[in-house]
């Protein structure tokens, strides 16, 4: 498993992993290539495509939809594609809260990439869910698969929660031996802002990281921590000087500056 992987795996979890690119020069070629050679593919007979219907569709879901989804994820005769896809429709806001018993109850299932999936579904529920966190950060976080720690680390960013727990966990995680995890884990602790200050230390030493991705989210989580990332200051500066990647540079140029005029303002 290579970290082009992961960055497909991660863009698949913001919801963005469609390549307008590619669709909007296959559209040029339907409503103006076809035309012209003679293919009868002209723009009255494009349609958008029809998704395959599903038992479980429409927004907001019913409790025998969202139940529905949860046999389908559990079940495990069936194809392993069926079954993410229906734990993908299960995180979501849109599951109505009388299915959270299944929904808590499903989170025992063996595999972690549908575990991760089902967690996220209750705590977008219930945000103080105590097993979904515990599932999460002890299980997900520390799985055998990649894809599983990134999906973890990359959570909490939407939503901030939670801190005394999330934030020692991501603060290990900065040590992933997959630097797409460390890159998340590094990005979501910026999101967390001063409530991230435990893990300021950790976020020094990531500004050596290998990855220049990692040092960038690195730079820029300390500066997002803002007064309580002042010890970084040193480091930071050290970097400015040493790294070779302009991109991190600008970024670093940016975090020190917040950091500093952070650590001036009286407020």
């Known amino acids: 498993m290579n970290d082009c992987d992961l960055r497909q795996c991660s863009a698949e979890a913001r919801g963005s992993h469609v390549d307008f690119s590619y669709r909007r020069h296959l559209l040029v070629l339907l409503v103006f290539v076809a035309p012209a050679l003679g ?14 219907p599903q038992p479980w569709a429409g927004s907001p879901q019913t409790e025998g939809s969202s139940l529905s989804l949860i046999k389908v994820v559990t079940d495990e005769s069936l194809p392993w594609d069926d079954r993410y896809d229906a734990a993908d429709k299960l995180d979501s806001p849109n599951v109505p809260k009388v299915a959270l018993p299944a929904l808590r109850a499903a989170l025992s299932i063996k595999d972690d990439r549908l575990a991760v999936r089902l967690a996220m579904g209750v705590l977008k529920i219930d945000v ?7 599932v999460i950060l002890k299980r997900c976080l520390r799985s055998e698969d990649a894809h599983t720690r990134v999906y973890a680390a990359q959570f909490f960013g939407f939503d901030p929660r939670h801190p005394s727990k999330v934030v020692p966990a991501l603060t290990v995680a900065l040590k992933d031996p997959v630097s797409w995890v460390r890159l998340q884990a590094s990005q979501t602790l910026g999101m967390y802002r001063a409530d991230a200050a435990p893990a300021v230390p950790a976020l020094i030493e990531t500004l050596g990281d290998v990855d220049w991705e990692v040092r960038l989210h690195a730079a820029q989580a300390l500066g997002d921590v803002g007064r309580a990332a002042k010890p970084a200051i040193p480091r930071i500066e050290g970097m400015l000087k040493a790294e070779k990647n302009g991109v991190v540079l600008q970024y670093g140029r940016i975090a020190l500056h917040k950091i500093q005029s952070a650590s001036e303002s009286q407020y």
């Open 128 to 134: 103080d869910d105590e097993e979904a966190l515990e």
């Open 39 to 52: 293919l009868g593919c002209g723009p009255q007979t494009l349609s958008p495509p029809q998704p395959a």
